[in-house]
């Protein structure tokens, strides 16, 4: 069942009201008594989970995401760097002796 808003266009009293979607909406102020009350249109609530089905990790702080931020940032940049030096010394690779043996062949 939604919650609606509701205001008087006489007082301007504002109140909520827990109803059924098939109720019929308020038409009278509960603190002027007069037949104005109008039923606002809402953008609706946002989901509420409560209990104890959800992952502690749902709701990290902003001091545990700078720190993952900065640590995937050191892991990236080392594995940068150890991908850079093995392509390095596959370049520098001295000769097999398979290869020598062609050369010889040849």
């Keep these: 069942m939604p919650t609606y808003e509701y205001v008087c266009k006489n ?10 979607i098939t109720a ?3 038409r009278k102020c509960p603190q002027c008594g007069k037949m ?3 039923r606002l249109i809402g953008s609706g609530a946002g989901i509420i989970f409560k209990g104890s089905g959800f992952y502690q990790t749902d709701y990290r702080t902003d001091s545990y995401k700078s720190g993952e931020k900065k640590h995937k940032e050191q892991t990236d940049k080392a594995a940068e760097k150890s991908t850079t030096s093995e ?3 596959k370049e ?7 290869e020598k043996d062609k050369k010889k062949a040849v």
Excluded: V, Y
């Design 11 to 20: 007082c301007g009293h504002k109140f909520e009201k827990f109803q059924s």
């Design 24 to 26: 019929n909406s308020l």
């Design 36 to 38: 104005k009350l109008q």
């Design 87 to 89: 392509t390095k010394s």
């Design 92 to 98: 520098k690779k001295a000769p097999t002796t398979k």
